[in-house]
């Protein structure tokens, strides 16, 4: 392997600085996937017994503590648990789309060294065989088909290192661009669920009120009642 990067030139060493830069980036993106990805239901499921009592400030606690940023936009809605739903509506879509650039970061950096690395390899095989076919034309004498072969072979190691880097790299891109989706997706579905807890809980406060309200008017004939059996001599 090593007589493969010595014999391709440059450009080799430069389609392997590619690939360590494109491992890097796929190592630090799989361990940021790892650490943000949050169980959305069990995390709903804590959240709502803390919304159903107006508990707003530990609910807004237990955000704080979980990571990722799906709790984070979930925060930013409790916050401002007060406001319409509208309002709590574009406090979530600003809040997701602060997190879009921290969940596809470097993700067109991987995607971009794909598309290059095959070409740089071309480029590195083309500019092989012009230097390959260039001193034979400024040799003395025929060529030798032994010395041709030499030629365009160490031109073949810089194409095939270039496909070598590309690969893998588009495969590693998919891979992480599908885990990127899928952490849009729980955001999003963070944000919506929190909204209906909210609104929600505003129902059933509203619900009690209205019955409170009741049972003192249906309280207050009692106590007129009583208050003229008294007043009677």
Known sequence: MLDLIFSGGRLVWLLVGCSVVSFAIFLERYLYFHRATTNVPQLLEGLANLIRRRNFAEAMHQCALAP??????MRSA??????????LRDIVQ??????????????????????????????????????????????????????????VYRSLVTSASGLIVAIPSYVLYAFLVSRAKNLLHDIERGGIEIINLIEDSR???EIISITDGDKLKVAGPKESRRNMKRRRP
């Open 78 to 87: 409790l916050m401002r648990h007060d406001y319409s739903r509208d309002y």
């Open 203 to 205: 129902q059933e406060s």
């Open 68 to 73: 990722g940023p799906v709790p984070r936009v």
């Open 94 to 151: 600003e809040a997701g789309q602060l997190e879009v650039p921290r969940v596809e970061r470097s993700l067109r950096v991987l995607l971009t060294i794909a598309y290059v690395a095959p070409l740089i390899g071309l480029l590195g095989t083309l500019l092989g065989l012009l230097d390959t076919f260039g001193h034979v034309n400024g040799g003395v004498g025929a060529a030798t088909s032994l010395s041709l072969a030499d030629g």
